[in-house]
Structures are given as C-alpha cells and as structure tokens.
C-alpha cells in the first residue's frame, strides 16, 4: 500500500468540482454526473450535458475499474509533497462506463505502465468532504 501525502494539493472547496470530491468521501466510490435525459454519463462535472443539452443529471456511482489511456511521469517534483515519490505517474484512465478521469499511479512502477492496463481506484481520504483518486493495477 501507498505511503499517505499529508500535504497533497487538495480540491477547491464550493462547486460542481467539490461536489465530486465529495461524494467519493461521503461513500467510498467515485460517482460522476449522467444526464437524466439522454443517460450520458460526463466528467469534469458541469451544469449541462454536452451531448443533448439537458441541464438535469445527477450523481451516480462507477464500478470504479478501467483501463489506462495515457499518462504522464514526473522526474521532477513541482509540489514538495511528492518529492519522495520520484519518479511518479499521472494517468488519465477511461473508466469503464466511458468517461475518463485524472489521478495518481500506485502499487506499480511507472516503468511497468502499458497502454489498456487494467486498473481500478484507490480513494486518498483526505477529510470529510474530499478523497482523491489514484489508481492502482487490478
């Protein structure tokens, strides 16, 4: 298991952003917004879905598995609560209800990383009301 970063960087606080952190801290699972109307399922969060325009959605829960798209290694820590960790991976990983979504690699070396990796979240709870994402091999 991944050594915890008291000093991540966290989320702002108010909007449709906070509310996502949110409700991974509230239940332990990454939700993401679907549109009532059309059921597409979107992220980042916003007020209207680009797909048919509709302004009503609401939260649903993910399997919280997908595969790796892309991703990113840092040799060079720009934020000091990482500087221990180098080198590390930013992924963005296409969950497998299509959406795709930003977090950190663990449990693997970013040498091992391979396009279409399975992976699955692993929530960072780092209060009440926010969890960050990382990702970890299935």
Do not use: K
Not at 10 to 21: M, Q, R, S, V
Not at 36 to 62: F, K, M, N, V, Y
Not at 65 to 71: D, P, S
């Amino acid at each position: 298991m991944s050594t915890p970063r008291p000093d991540r960087m966290l989320p702002a606080t108010d909007g449709l952003g906070a509310e996502f952190y949110a409700q991974a801290a509230a239940t332990g699972v990454v939700h993401l917004q679907r549109c009532s109307d059309c059921e597409t399922w979107r992220h980042p969060p916003r007020i209207l879905c680009a797909a048919c325009g509709s302004a009503e959605w609401s939260w649903q829960p993910t399997s919280g598995e997908g595969r790796v798209f892309t991703w990113t290694v840092t040799h060079r820590a720009t934020d000091p609560a990482f500087a221990g960790e180098l080198p590390y991976a930013v992924l963005v990983v296409e969950l497998d209800e299509g959406p795709r979504i930003v977090g950190n690699l663990i449990d693997l070396d970013p040498t091992d990383l391979r396009l279409d990796l399975p992976v699955r979240v692993v929530l960072d709870h780092r209060s009440d009301t926010v969890a960050l994402v990382d990702f970890a091999p299935r």
